[in-house]
Every structure is written in C-alpha cells, then in structure tokens.
C-alpha cells in the first residue's frame, strides 16, 4: 500500500482549493455595492483575522492529540485500554453534564482523570485544579501535586498504585513530551469542543455548525436550479434586462421564478434524497469539480480583462460606500470559512512543523486571487448580479460556449457537494441532539425518517421562499460562520493553553503554538464575533425595512 500522506506543496494546493469556495461568486457585487477601497481594506483584515483563528485551531488539534495520546497510556497502564475504539470510564467534574460520543468520534474531558474499577473512593481533579470527593484532604492534595514539599504519609497499595497513573497522566518526561503534540490522529473540532469545553459550549457549537450547514445547503439549493435556469431560458440574449416575472420561452407564459422553481424540486428530489444514505466524495470527483472550477475562474477572469479592453467596462466604480458594508461583511466572512476542515487536510502532511506557514501562504494567495476577481469584476461591469457567473450570459462578445459553460458552472460543481453537505449536517443533528436530550440512540423512525427530513427540508423550503444567493451567504457568514470562525477558536486556544500549562508546567509550550500567543488575540476574536453580529443584523434591518 502506498503512502498517502503528502509534503507541504500539495497540502498547499489543497487548502488553496478548499479556501476558494461558493463565495467568490458573490464577491464582485459585494465589492461593488461596499466599494473597491473599502472592500480591499476590509477584506485584508478579516484574512488577517481569520488566519490568526486558524492558527488557534491547529494549536488546539495539536492539544487535542495529546488529551487522545495520554488517555489511551493511561488506559493501558490501568488495563482498561479498548484497541477497538471504546471509550474508558469516565469522571466529570462538579459542573460538567455527561456528553455523549460526538459526530467523528468517542471524546471527553480532560478532567476525566484516574477511577479503578472497584469501589474505591474516586479523586478528581476539576478545571480549576480544585479537588472533589475522596476521604482523605491530605492524600487528594498530593495525588493532585506529587511534587509537594511536606513530608507524605504511608500510601495504601491501592492509592500508590492510582498516583503512579496519575504520574502518568502529568507526563513530566520533558524529552518525550514534545511528542505528546505530534498531529498524528484526526481530531475534528467537534471533539475539540467536548475535550476543553463545557457541556453547553459544546451544545453551541454543534447548534452553530447545524445553521452553517442548512446554510450551505440552502446558498447550494438556491444557486444551482437559479443557474441552470438562466441558461435554459430562451431570452437568453435579453438576460440583462430580465425580471423573475418574465416567460421563460418565447410564446409560453411560465415565468422565470416558477422555472426556477421547478427545477428547485428536481434538484431536491435528485439530490436530497442522498440525506438518507451515507455518501463519501472520491477523488475523481475532487478532480472533475476541482478543474471545471478553475476553467470557469479563468474563463470569467479573461473575458472580463477583455471587455475592459475593448472599452466595454465600468471607468467610474464605486470606491467606497459605508452603506454597502453589511452585504460586504458576511460574504467575506463565508468566504474566509475553512476551519472546520483544518485537520482533514492537516493529517496526512508528512512534515507538520511549518502547517501554519503553509496556512498564512495560502491565505494571501486567496487574498491576492479574491481581490483580483473582484476589482477586475467591478471594472468589467457597472451592474453586478448576486451571481457573478449571470454576467456572462447574453453578453455581446462571449462566445456563446463559454456562456453556457460558465453558466453551468455552479450546478456542474455545487451538485456533487450538495450530498456530502446534508450527510454531515444529518449527523450533527444527531449529534446535537444526543447532547441535548443526553441519550445514545433514537427511535428507529427518527434516525431514518426524522433526522433526513429535517436536514433537507429546510433548506428546500428556504430556497423557495428566496433565489438571493448574496442574502443568504451574509447571513450564513455573519451568524454561524462568525461564532465557527472567530469564537470557538479562540476558546479552544484559551482553554487547551490551560490545559497544556496544568498538565506539563509553566516551562512547557505546545509545539503548534500560535504566533498569536498573547491573550489580548483571544479576548479580541471574541469581541470581533459580536462585532460581526451586530453588523449583519443591521444590514439585515436596513434591507429589509427600505424593501416595505
């Protein structure tokens, strides 16, 4: 068998791909409606931001390596270690509910400390380093600190036996700790949060991932029955000027919207029917989408270079416009939206050392790649459609293979994700709501029926009410995206830096640090999280109150 990991340039290459996503269609006219300097200035600070958050993320993936390293010894060496994946006995501290195994895999606590499988009185050390229960106050101290200076009473065998796993579980070997950090296992986000969070953060974060998932699926649902029909439609030519009242063909009196909307229950009917099956994306898949997107980047990208040439362009843009930057926000914040997927592309490197230069690269690369699509978009065309690949059809000069392929862009690419999106929202519900109703399993008629239902239903029904891709990506971005992004980042670093500095000592450092080490970074994504917040729930007002 092969060898399936990878060196830095083909990871490089890879979260470059997934950087460049659904939003970039929505860029230009954001661009447009903010302003060409605004929209530069502040789409640099939030790749700033954003990669900074990323970096929180893999420091806590490195964290989160050693929690699974050190439980699995302790395991071993109490015999209680499941080479089948079970999960140990597991010990809360005084404010902890129980938390069922998450979506990927088996994860708790890391105050889940030291029991023995008698009934022997338990010792457990909470977050704050505070003991709880036992008999003996002297004894637990020096379980809790076995480098204390005062001189301990005789240990029973059974209490000697408990501090040695608990020796352990400190891991004070300093030329072995380092290795402790190595990212060697797959640890999602997910567990991240059920590792360092309480149960109600962990709640959060699954409630969040949820809504960013029936996003995706909606902004997917809205995109692909609205390309493919404009390109279907007969008044092709006259597509600038065409209203969702409009007959889609010649001599037929279907509108555009209802065409839309019918292919909107085809798409749901075909696609969404992958909500009840397991699916996985293969690599040729990758491949196809992966190249039919970058034909179709480079297409729009010449072909608007050309039109400004040829003196067809938009000379005046708009430079900046403090009006438009609500729409400007959650787009930008969508589009910066990978953290989720840092450790399925983090794991396979062969080398993991410089992950986070390799990330830093590939943001400015996306940067740079963005603010040229855009710009050269808002030059090329004074009217922007919320889609940037409409712009392309019925345009004098388009060679009318290049207006049908870039036309079909969205659907060719959007519908081979659509399946793998609502499989994985399917399952974080389940996951949320085991969390929430503390419970393994479901009644055979809600995990087959139920769950399916509700994950592809509401995005259908979303998308019916709607066809406005640039609404929903800012409210997707700006809401769940905000909280995915910028906030649990930044408590997975606060929390795992804690972790790291009780479990090792203040002279340890997590190898996968972040640059961003001071705590001013953390406290700042926090506060940048409500600033978005209140951002796009002001756009959202303002749009919505000028629309009555």
């Not at 050693?66 to 060496?77: E, G, I, R």
């Not at 700790?177 to 999602?188: G, T």
């Not at 029926?449 to 998308?463: E, K, R, S, Y």
């Amino acid at each position: 068998m092969g060898d399936s990991r990878y060196g830095y340039p083909v990871g490089a290459v890879f979260f470059f791909n997934l950087l460049v996503g659904t939003a970039v269609l929505s860029m230009p006219k954001a661009f447009g409606s903010a302003g060409v300097v605004l929209s530069v200035l502040l789409i640099t600070f939030i790749c700033f931001v954003s990669y900074m958050s990323a970096t929180f993320v893999t420091e806590s993936l490195a964290a989160g390596n050693a929690v699974k390293k050190q439980k699995k010894k302790l395991a071993h060496t109490s015999g209680r270690y499941n080479p089948t994946g079970g999960s140990s006995p597991r010990l809360l501290s005084s404010h902890q509910s129980p938390v069922p195994p998450v979506l990927i895999g088996r994860s708790h606590s890391f105050t889940d400390l030291v029991t023995s499988s008698s009934n022997e009185s338990l010792k457990i050390v909470t977050h704050d380093g505070a003991l709880i229960s036992g008999q003996s106050h002297d004894r637990n101290l020096r379980l809790a600190n076995p480098m204390a200076s005062y001189p301990p009473p005789p240990l029973s065998p059974n209490e000697s036996r408990r501090a040695a796993e608990y020796d352990l579980l400190l891991h004070r070997d300093v030329d072995d700790y380092r290795d402790m950090f190595e990212m060697s296992e797959k640890v999602e986000m997910g567990e991240i949060a059920s590792m360092f969070l309480s149960r109600w953060l962990v709640i959060g974060f699954y409630a969040c991932i949820c809504i960013y998932l029936w996003g995706d699926l909606a902004i997917y649902a809205v995109a692909v029955p609205k390309s493919i029909r404009d390109v279907v439609c007969s008044n092709i030519s006259a597509f600038d000027s065409a209203v969702d009242s409009d007959p889609c063909w010649t001599g037929h009196s279907i509108s555009r919207i209802n065409v839309y909307r019918l292919f909107l229950a085809a798409f749901a009917s075909t696609f969404g029917i992958f909500a009840f099956f397991e699916v996985t994306k293969t690599t040729l898949l990758q491949l196809i989408t992966s190249s039919i997107r970058w034909v179709s980047m480079i297409m729009m990208l010449v072909l608007s270079i050309i039109r400004i040439a040829d003196g067809n362009g938009n000379p005046t843009p708009t430079y900046f416009d403090i009006s438009g930057l609500p729409e400007l926000f959650g787009v930008l914040v969508y589009a910066f939206m990978t953290h989720h997927s840092i450790a399925t592309l983090t794991i396979p490197l062969k080398e993991k050392r410089f992950v986070n230069r390799m990330i830093m690269f590939d943001y400015v690369g996306v940067l740079f790649f963005y603010c040229i699509v855009s710009i050269v978009g808002v030059y090329a065309y004074a009217n922007l459609d919320d889609l940037y690949t409409e712009n392309f059809l019925g345009q004098a000069g388009v060679p009318v293979f290049c207006q049908y392929f870039i036309g079909l862009y969205p659907a060719m690419v959007l519908c081979t994700s659509f399946p793998i999106i609502c499989v994985a929202l399917r399952n974080n519900l389940k996951t949320l709501f085991r969390l929430i109703l503390k419970r393994q399993h479901f009644p055979l008629l809600i995990d087959k029926i139920v769950f399916p239902l509700v994950t592809i239903v509401i995005p259908i029904a979303v998308a019916m009410g709607t066809d406005h891709v640039e609404i929903l990506i800012g409210i997707t971005g700006g809401y769940s995206g905000g909280f995915i992004e910028f906030f649990y980042p930044a408590l997975f670093a606060y929390y795992s830096r804690n972790f790291v500095t009780r479990t090792y000592g203040q002279r340890a450092v997590n190898p996968m640090r972040s640059p961003f080490a001071h705590r001013f970074w953390v406290y700042f994504c926090v506060v940048w999280t409500g600033v978005i917040l209140l951002i796009t729930t002001l756009g959202l007002y303002l749009k919505f109150s000028s629309s009555q």
